[in-house]
């Protein structure tokens, strides 16, 4: 038996898509959504896989909050690539499947390798 646990979380943020034509080229701010998905295979004595809020902990470290993305990362941060980094940065921890960005209610990107 296995299990998928979701665990969901807000940043708040800057960014710019260099090479993009549009109003995206032009810095402006999102309250992304972030969801990550883990696997569990197991479940602890009291019944959990994970605790959610160490997932939430972990996740916390890894969403670059009221920052400008463009100078933290060395990629242009589209809601694609901003999913795939947070999946390599979550990876080493748990057995993530996929992660969510979402830049609005309406608009998200999800990386899920193998999918």
């Known amino acids: 038996m296995s299990w998928i646990l979701k665990v969901r979380e807000r940043f708040s943020a800057a960014h710019f898509l260099r090479g993009y034509q549009g109003q995206c080229e032009k810095v402006h701010g999102h309250t992304f959504g972030v969801e990550v998905e883990i696997a569990v295979a197991e479940l602890d004595d009291v019944g959990?896989?994970?605790?959610?809020?160490?997932?939430?902990?972990?996740?916390?470290?890894v969403?670059?909050?009221?920052?400008?993305?463009?100078?933290?990362?060395?990629?242009n941060p589209s809601a694609e690539n901003l999913a795939r980094r947070f999946y390599e940065d979550l990876a080493p921890s748990y057995q993530v499947k996929a992660v969510t960005v979402w830049e609005s209610e309406d608009a998200s990107a999800t990386y899920a390798p193998g999918r």
């Open 63 to 75: 969403l670059p909050d009221h920052k400008l993305l463009n100078d933290v990362f060395p990629f």
């Open 48 to 61: 959990i896989g994970i605790d959610f809020a160490l997932i939430k902990k972990r996740l916390a470290e």
